[in-house]
């Protein structure tokens, strides 16, 4: 028998069947062939144009069958069998609906086109297909196209894809793909913190500076150095902090002279904790500075006054005493009180000696700051 007596089997659904070529190799054959061919495509756009108005209802039975229908139109090649190793091309036309898809409003919707371009490596490939996920504005599209590309991190396209994905508008995606991508690379390999360390999510920062931490390694030193730089102040603090924890005190050290007060001031207080001398003077001009610098908020700089202090008593140097007793003066209560705490001065050595507080509290001894320019 030959194969234009062969009749392939009707679509379901009781759709015609595909009209059968003639044997090739005669006039009356090619010409035949390119009326199956014009045909063919016909029906293929007839399908798709069943599939758009099926995406456009409301239901959701409809929607998925219309999925279906783009399944069957999409995945067949046509109705004929793809060479091995390789797949049909996708009509321009069928990726342009499996976008709408992937917008659709409809969960179920949303995640049967996400098995259908992954199965059908939309948009021209693997790779392309799961950008073309990535391109959802529904983060449940985006993290189904997160798990595929975890598995595939071996392939060569796939670490610019996590990198894409530390940048996604969804902060529990970019968590996601960090932590995830952290723990299936190698120990020692910090790209993808470093790309983090570079983007403008500050919450992504501070969770790629906690990893960082407990890793070994000059690299991720370097790391934490740079982020020392950082415009968001919880950052810097974070890295000064972790920092301190790994030894780093070569960096921190060098870190004294940052053009930020607090990493300073965390940089000092790592320091006194060790007993290092270079923390004096450092800190000596930040407690006695005038006012609030200009590029530093209020409440930041009180946080950084409190940490000086806390490194002051830490080092424990008597040279630093009459100059830490004017913020017994300072008009932030907590200052006052961190002061009084971390020098292990009275309740009413907050107050002047003249003062309703220091007459009401029934003290003994010389004042406490006798000599340091207090009355």
Do not use: N
């Amino acid at each position: 028998m030959s194969r234009s007596q062969v009749t392939r089997p009707a679509v379901a659904g009781g759709r015609r069947r595909r009209p059968v070529a003639p044997d090739a190799g005669s006039e009356a054959g090619d010409a035949a062939s390119g009326v199956a061919l014009g045909l063919d495509r016909q029906r293929i756009e007839d399908d798709l144009m069943v599939v758009r108005r099926g995406l456009a209802g409301r239901g959701e039975k409809v929607k998925l069958g219309a999925v279906s229908l783009l399944a069957a139109v999409t995945g067949t090649g046509r109705g004929r069998a793809a060479p091995a190793g390789r797949r049909w091309p996708i009509d321009p036309a069928a990726v342009e609906i499996i976008r709408l898809a992937l917008a659709d409003a409809l969960p179920a919707v949303r995640q049967r086109a996400v098995d259908l371009t992954i199965e059908l490596e939309a948009a021209g490939g693997e790779a392309d297909a799961l950008r073309l996920l990535l391109g959802s504005r529904f983060s449940d599209v985006r993290r189904r196209a997160l798990g595929r590309i975890l598995e595939r991190a071996r392939q060569p396209w796939a670490q610019a894809l996590v990198l894409d994905m530390l940048d996604d508008p969804d902060a529990a995606l970019r968590h996601e793909a960090l932590a995830s991508a952290a723990g299936r690379a190698d120990g020692r390999a910090v790209q993808h913190h470093a790309w983090a360390l570079t983007g403008p999510h500050p919450s992504l920062k501070l969770l790629a500076i906690k990893e960082l931490g407990s890793r070994p390694g000059k690299a991720v030193r370097e790391l934490l150095a740079r982020a020392l730089l950082d415009p968001d102040p919880r950052v810097r603090r974070a890295s000064a902090q972790a920092l301190a924890l790994a030894d780093a005190y070569e960096i921190l050290r060098g870190a004294l002279r940052a053009p930020y007060a607090d990493v300073r001031a965390q940089a000092a207080l790592a320091l006194a904790r060790i007993g290092d001398r270079a923390a004096a003077a450092p800190l000596l001009a930040l407690v006695t500075a005038r006012g609030v610098p200009a590029d530093v908020g209020p409440g930041q700089w009180r946080e950084t006054m409190v940490v000086a202090l806390e490194a002051l008593a830490q080092l424990g140097d008597p040279a630093a005493h009459a100059a830490v007793c004017k913020l017994l003066d300072h008009p932030e209560r907590s200052v006052r009180s961190a002061e009084r705490q971390l020098w292990g001065l009275p309740s009413w050595a907050t107050s002047p000696p003249s003062s309703p507080s220091a007459r009401g509290s029934g003290r003994r001894g010389p004042w406490p700051c006798a000599g340091a320019g207090r009355p």
